[in-house]
């Protein structure tokens, strides 16, 4: 008997899933544990093992394939039944359908939602061409065939519940699939409108282009979504470095041993953190639910801290950061961010952040504003260091200064209250000592 290999849902808010690589090929035997491909979420890369022994064979889907959650995307046939089995499936989609379709064609079809075992193939041992698809999906036209828009379940869910008609949704899924965030932003036509409507403007194509893929692609849907949906304000503070210089001087060896080291973004984690307690507004999620949106104080701070990789973004979380003391809380963000870089994170370490940072300081950047991660209400943007002439009441003094911007999320935080937060965090930043209570 087969056993079903299926694209794996590694979180809850996980929708769909990207092949990266398979590490078997088709008729190979695999043994139950043994890594068969690697899969990237919107968040982090993961390896998907054998929940069988067996044979490898109905691969449906190739490299950067993009598929749902719970498809199955292979078998795993019995040792006496793989002998027997064909490694590659019958049906018209992923790696058989490659063989018995043109590129072409997969493309016409996935882009309108064809299944292409409807398609007879008039190319060379039966292989399906364009022009099969383009004449089957002619004759469904004429034939006024309903339009079923490709979409997923939570966004069939949504539109039915705001109104919407899906046939009017732009989808950002792979091959246009509608997606629940496309729903919100739609706009809802009556069904018997008098007016017709303008044709959509046709704008030449450059030949350079590709489309966004992977964890690139969900960045630019998420953080998309945040701008048009979330009014931001932002406020910006500088941060007097001075002694919290000279306690890293003092407090760096003995930081060391515990396996990190005491940066700006310590320092700033640790301020946040105990700030977040005293202003915990800010400390929030703010989540659509319906027509309605829903508010969500946290009392412990998962603090994201975001880390450049390779191919976009990550925010590997710091779990109850606010119990956390500076040695325990360095060792933590240095082995986060290590790891983030060597695609190491599980799951639980990317998700459910309460409040995030963002620090360009390592580059020659003196200020900037983030854009939210939603749900979350806040993030605070951190620049470069840098040394400027401060007034000190008689003389000039040469102080390092650290320029800070806050952005919130005007729907659940006034501007009173987010400056409140900022001035609590400038006077952790230059009274350190406050912080090691």
Same mark, same amino acid.
């Given at each position: ?34 890594? +068969? ?76 939602? =064809? ?53 009017? !949704? ?30 959509? =403007?046709?704008?030449? !194509? ?16 998420? +953080? ?14 500088? =941060? ?14 003995? !930081? ?69 003391? +500076? ?5 933590? !963000? ?93 006077? =952790? ?9």
């Amino acid at each position: 008997m087969s056993t079903p290999v299926i694209m794996p849902k590694f979180g809850m808010a996980q929708e769909e899933g990207t092949i990266i690589r398979w590490l078997k090929e088709p008729g190979m035997a695999v043994e139950k544990g043994e890594v +068969l491909l690697e899969v990237q979420t919107d968040k982090i890369d993961m390896e998907v093992e054998a929940t069988a022994s067996g044979i490898l064979v109905d691969v449906r889907y190739g490299p950067e394939a993009t598929v749902p959650v719970t498809t199955v995307i292979a078998q795993i046939a019995g040792p006496d039944e793989g002998k027997q089995a064909p490694t590659g499936s019958g049906a018209p989609t992923g790696a058989a359908g490659e063989r018995r379709a043109s590129p072409v064609a997969q493309r016409m079809a996935a882009a309108s939602g =064809l299944d292409l075992g409807q398609v007879a193939g008039s190319g060379p041992a039966g292989r399906i061409t364009k022009q099969d698809v383009a004449e089957l999906l002619e004759r469904a036209g004429a034939e006024g065939a309903p339009a079923h828009p490709r979409a997923t379940p939570a966004a069939r869910r949504l539109g039915r519940e705001r109104g919407v008609s899906l046939a009017a !949704v732009a989808g950002s899924g792979p091959a246009g699939r509608i997606q629940a965030v496309d729903v919100p932003a739609a706009v809802i036509v009556p069904a018997a409108s008098p007016v017709a409507e303008a044709p959509a =403007l046709q704008l030449p !194509v450059g030949s350079g282009g590709e489309p966004l893929r992977g964890r690139r692609r969900v960045i630019a849907q998420r +953080l998309g979504q945040s701008w048009q949906s979330a009014p931001h304000i932002f406020l910006t503070t500088s =941060l007097d470095l001075t002694r919290t210089e000279r306690l890293s001087a003092e407090l760096g060896a003995a !930081v060391a041993v515990g396996g990190g080291r005491l940066t700006p973004t310590v320092w700033i984690a640790r301020a946040a953190a105990a700030a977040l307690q005293r202003h915990p507004r800010l400390n929030a999620w703010l989540q659509l639910a319906g027509e309605q949106l829903l508010f969500q104080q946290h009392q412990t701070v998962h603090l994201g801290v975001a880390v450049a990789v390779a191919d976009g973004l990550l925010v590997p979380v710091v779990r109850d950061a606010q119990k956390l003391g +500076l040695t325990a809380l360095a060792a933590a !963000v240095g082995d986060l961010a290590q790891r983030a870089r060597a695609g190491q994170l599980r799951p639980e370490e990317v998700s459910g952040a309460t409040f995030t940072i963002s620090n360009l300081g390592i580059y020659p950047v003196e200020q900037f504003t983030a854009i939210l991660n939603p749900p979350e209400v806040a993030i605070l943007a951190v620049g470069r260091a840098q040394m400027q002439p401060v007034w000190n009441g008689s003389v000039f003094e040469p102080r390092r200064q650290l320029q800070v911007t806050l952005s919130a999320d005007h729907r659940a935080v006034d501007g009173a209250v987010a400056a409140a937060f900022l001035a609590e965090l400038k006077e =952790l930043i230059e009274e350190p000592a406050r912080l090691l209570l």
